[in-house]
């Protein structure tokens, strides 16, 4: 399927020069650290019960540009963010806990909490990490932060993004050689422990272990991940899949608009549910979660469950064996079945999980009837930011087309403020983060 073809050298080379004028050093000795946005097309709302996800990287996401600053000062600029961060490489940071509540991160990474804006914040948790597990840092950076433009980053995860970002630009400075899963423990810590944002390990995995054309799967509980290629139908004759793009459609919504309990809940009960099932099974546990109840357990007791508990349940199981299908149908590069394997995880999320606000359930529900859609769903929880579509590479324009159209009757207020250009984006997928 070749090779992504994000950043492109007009990219590449404008982040250069900005960071050489900063720097005052020549363009060839500014690297730039290319961390890209990902999406999960199946395995929604399991993570956190050790179920089964795939996902992909797209050629959108975060560049940052830097060069060593040759002592331990570290200088940096955001294209979006008026001011400059600074601070020393050679002084201890401290976690800043923000209790996980009223937290918005922008396309470059900054989190802002109530009214405050500190969009250093990543870069100090790219130094605790790196700190916190005994790397001596001396060398800082001259450094320039950029997102792609025009896309509001909501379910996407570009705080992974930033953070992976500043990781890999002080390991390059400091020559110290860390591999995919010692970075992925690093950006945990970033969001875990510096900022007290609490989040999984799925975003940064995607960001740091995926491959251009491969459908990366993980298995939460285990930790293990494997890269699904696309199988061969006969000795020596690689199998051609249909050409597919991938098709984000904004809401517009910013903040989760929602009166439900919330994401908070939704995990409870699973929990709830697997304590329950493992009690009624014989098999108690003291911390459960639904990966540690086997399927024939949840079909023979699952009439104990009351209702909400029994749809977050089936959700769990159904979703996870759409992944497990999804694999399988991957690797035969079939995209209708797929993309049907999709469309099913963003029914089961609305259904039986009962997360989405009403603009990104109609969303959703417009993207089904778009033109050449394999599948869709929402990204992310579905309370904000944009729904995911896998669409024939030769009806993307079409489909993109017929989507802002429709979004616009529906929603006519929240599509009003969305960028026309931007609002729907025809998307295609990444690679691993990396240092060019």
């Excluded at 006519?412 to 990444?430: F, H, M, R, W, Y």
Aim: overall charge neutral.
């Amino acid at each position: 399927m070749g090779e992504s073809s994000w950043p492109s050298d007009t990219q590449l080379n404008y982040v250069r020069n900005v960071v050489s004028r900063m720097a005052g050093r020549r363009t060839d000795e500014v690297q730039v650290a290319v961390s890209p946005y990902r999406i999960c097309p199946l395995g929604a709302h399991i993570d956190h019960q050790g179920g089964m996800v795939c996902a992909m990287t797209i050629d959108k996401g975060i560049l940052l540009g830097f060069v060593p600053s040759g002592d331990s000062q570290v200088y940096l600029r955001s294209e979006q963010f008026r001011g400059e961060v600074q601070f020393r490489v050679d002084e201890n940071q401290h976690q800043k806990p923000m209790n996980g509540t009223n937290v918005k991160v922008h396309s470059n990474g900054s989190s802002t909490q109530h009214e405050d804006c500190d969009w250093g914040n990543y870069a100090r948790g790219a130094q605790y990490a790196l700190q916190s597990r005994g790397h001596r840092l001396s060398q800082g950076i001259i450094g320039y932060i950029c997102g792609s433009k025009g896309l509001d980053s909501s379910g996407l995860s570009s705080s992974a993004a930033v953070g992976i970002a500043y990781l890999l630009a002080f390991e390059r400075a400091n020559n110290l050689l860390m591999s995919p899963a010692e970075n992925i423990e690093y950006d945990r810590l970033i969001e875990n422990e510096y900022l007290g944002l609490k989040n999984g390990i799925l975003d940064q995995s995607a960001i740091l272990l995926s491959s251009h054309g491969c459908l990366t799967s993980m298995n939460c509980k285990t930790k293990k991940h494997e890269l699904i290629r696309f199988s061969k139908l006969q000795k020596d004759i690689p199998l051609v899949p249909k050409a597919f793009k991938i098709l984000l459609a904004f809401s517009g919504l910013k903040q989760a608009l929602t009166s439900n309990p919330g994401y908070n809940r939704r995990v409870e009960e699973c929990q709830e549910a697997a304590k329950l099932l493992l009690d009624a099974s014989g098999n108690g546990k003291t911390e459960p979660v639904l990966s540690d109840v086997h399927p024939e357990v949840h079909e023979a007791f699952k009439h104990k469950l009351e209702t909400n508990l029994a749809k977050r349940a089936e959700h769990y199981f159904s979703e996870n064996m759409r992944v497990l299908k999804g694999i399988e149908t991957w690797a035969t590069g079939d995209m209708k079945k797929f993309g049907e394997l999709i469309s099913a995880s963003g029914l089961s999320s609305i259904r039986n999980y009962e997360c989405g606000a009403e603009p990104l359930i109609q969303l959703y529900e417009i993207l089904l009837r778009a033109p050449g859609v394999f599948g869709a769903r929402f990204s992310g929880a579905g309370f904000r930011g944009c729904c995911l579509a896998f669409v024939d590479a030769n009806k993307a324009a079409e489909a993109a087309s017929f989507v802002r159209g429709e979004y616009s009757k529906r929603q006519p207020k929240l599509a009003s403020e969305l960028n026309q250009e931007t609002a729907v984006l025809i998307c295609d997928a990444g690679d691993c983060a990396r240092v060019i």
